[in-house]
């Protein structure tokens, strides 16, 4: 008989906070800025992705989740790509 022992465990407790993320079924359009985006309309779609961030119950996982695996683009746990690389030079990251 094949033993299994040495198989990977399954992952979906790592990622089951996803089920529940406020932004699941919403464009990631509203999260990832186009090419070339600037100023004012990347201000203004920041700021309306971190809106639904602020009501997500799986905030802290997501944010967890983009630093350590130093998600380099898109609005992620109510951060910024910036705001992210901020707190990853600056060594704040849990």
């Known amino acids: ?6 198989l990977p465990k399954p992952v979906t407790d790592s990622w089951q906070w996803q089920l529940k993320a406020a932004c699941r079924d919403l464009a990631s ?6 090419d070339h985006e600037r100023g004012n309309s990347r201000d203004e779609r920041e ?3 971190k809106k639904v961030c602020h009501t997500c119950p799986v905030i802290r996982e997501c944010r967890a989740h ?7 683009y898109g609005v992620w746990g109510g951060l910024s790509e910036h705001e992210r690389r901020t707190l990853v030079s600056s060594g704040n990251v849990a």
């Open 1 to 6: 008989m094949t033993t299994t022992a040495r």
């Open 29 to 34: 359009s509203r999260f990832f800025h186009p």
């Open 47 to 49: 700021r309306n992705a």
């Open 66 to 72: 983009a630093l350590a695996t130093r998600e380099p």
